[in-house]
């Protein structure tokens, strides 16, 4: 047993510790303990008792979540997502624990998660950089992008040669294909 400084006195002379910074599971609603224990009831009947624990990589669970939380918020009310998102999001915070080795989801620098998180958060409006610069200096489109979609390839007079991108400038003359 650990020894706290910190101590509680109980009516009729009980002495313990504090409650102080530690987890508070009996603040967790009945109702979300309830309809978890049903949704893991299922699965226990369906695949076996603790089957979940042998672990699943962790893109496998977050798809699960994430189609889970679409049909709850397309209003489906075949089967209980609320307690489907609850359980995968607990399945996801012990394979942090007991399966690390199976967290396959995409790694970012600090740089990219800070510029993910300026997008989520608001602060930053503009579009990303465009990989097809430079632009056409009549459209605006840009000019050196390939992969034209419709077989046909431009030349734009205000810019110069350009392959594969369709777009509606003024000023270009159309290449024919050979």
Same mark, same amino acid.
């Given at each position: +047993?650990?020894?706290? %400084?910190? =101590? *509680? ?7 313990r ?6 987890? $508070? ?9 309830? $309809? ?16 979940? $624990?042998?672990?699943? @990589?962790?893109?496998?669970? /977050?798809?699960?979540?994430? $189609?889970? #939380?679409? =049909?709850?918020?397309l209003? +489906?009310?075949?089967?209980?997502? /609320? ?6 999001? +607990? ?6 624990? *007991?399966?690390?080795?199976?967290d ?12 993910? +998180?300026?997008?989520? %958060? ?5 579009? @990303? %950089? &465009? &990989?097809?610069? @430079?632009?056409?200096? *009549?459209?605006?489109?840009? #000019?050196?992008?390939?992969?034209? @979609?419709?077989?046909?390839? !431009? ?6 040669? #350009?392959?594969?991108?369709?777009? %509606?400038?003024?000023? !270009? &003359? ?5």
């Amino acid at each position: +047993m650990q020894f706290n %400084e910190k =101590k *509680t006195y109980i009516e009729g002379g009980a002495t313990r510790d504090t409650n102080e910074g530690k987890p $508070r599971p009996g603040l967790i609603s009945p109702v979300l303990s309830a $309809r978890v224990g049903q949704w893991v009831a299922q699965g226990s009947a369906k695949y076996g008792d603790n089957n979940w $624990r042998k672990g699943f @990589p962790f893109s496998v669970v /977050l798809d699960s979540l994430e $189609r889970h #939380t679409l =049909k709850f918020k397309l209003g +489906m009310k075949d089967e209980d997502h /609320l307690a489907a998102i609850a359980v995968n999001a +607990m399945m996801l915070m012990e394979y942090e624990v *007991t399966h690390k080795e199976n967290d396959d989801l995409m790694k970012y620098t600090d740089e990219e998660r800070a510029e993910i +998180m300026q997008w989520l %958060e608001g602060e930053k409006e503009e579009k @990303p %950089e &465009d &990989d097809h610069e @430079p632009l056409c200096e *009549t459209c605006k489109f840009a #000019t050196d992008a390939v992969g034209n @979609p419709y077989g046909i390839t !431009y030349k734009c007079d205000k810019f110069g040669a #350009t392959e594969g991108y369709v777009h %509606e400038c003024t000023s !270009y &003359d159309k290449i024919e294909d050979e």
